[in-house]
């Protein structure tokens, strides 16, 4: 009859080549990590950076008709619009649209609950800072053209 003492020899090697089994597997398994900057990420598809505003293909201006509907669906209170009337135009446009991204959970009602699908997620993963304050108060008109150019707001 084997000894406790012998198995508890066994159960060791045993628990420390199942070890060293996984240990020698990864080391031939490629990495998921990158060496940002110098090299960058494959996102999936479905990644969810903050969100952006969609731009109207012809003329670049935001789709965004500044109806309020994502603010109001927001449950974090992250995003702040204000609209004006281009003159001539028979729908508002955004002449403020900002997001805290500090404090967005990337729940995606807002894009949701737009009625024109003027909001989507960027693929920006690479936001970093010495403090929070840039992503308190992201102007994301920023990226798309503006009808009221030139005019004060
Ligand atoms: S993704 Fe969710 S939390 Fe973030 S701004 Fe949109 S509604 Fe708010
Ligand atoms: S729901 Fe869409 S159209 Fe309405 S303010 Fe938000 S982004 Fe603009």
Excluded at 118 to 136: K, M, V
Excluded at 142 to 151: K, N, Q, T, W, Y
Aim: charged share 20%; aromatic share 8%.
């Amino acid at each position: 009859m084997m000894t406790s003492y012998a198995q508890d020899i066994i159960t060791g090697l045993s628990s420390l080549l199942t070890g060293m089994k996984v240990t020698i597997k990864t080391m031939f398994t490629k990495g998921h990590t990158v060496q940002w900057p110098r090299q960058t990420a494959q996102l999936p598809l479905n990644f969810r950076g903050h969100i952006r505003l969609v731009a109207n293909d012809s003329t670049g201006f935001a789709k965004c008709i500044a109806c309020g509907s994502c603010v109001r669906a927001c449950p974090s209170n992250c995003i702040e619009v204000k609209g004006e009337k281009p003159e001539g135009a028979k729908k508002k446009s955004p002449t403020l649209f900002r997001l805290d991204f500090t404090k967005c959970s990337l729940c995606g009602l807002c894009v949701e609950s737009c009625p024109v699908a003027a909001i989507t997620f960027s693929r920006d993963y690479a936001l970093a800072g010495l403090t929070s304050e840039p992503f308190a108060a992201m102007n994301l008109l920023d990226e798309v053209a503006s009808p009221f150019a030139g005019e004060e707001q």
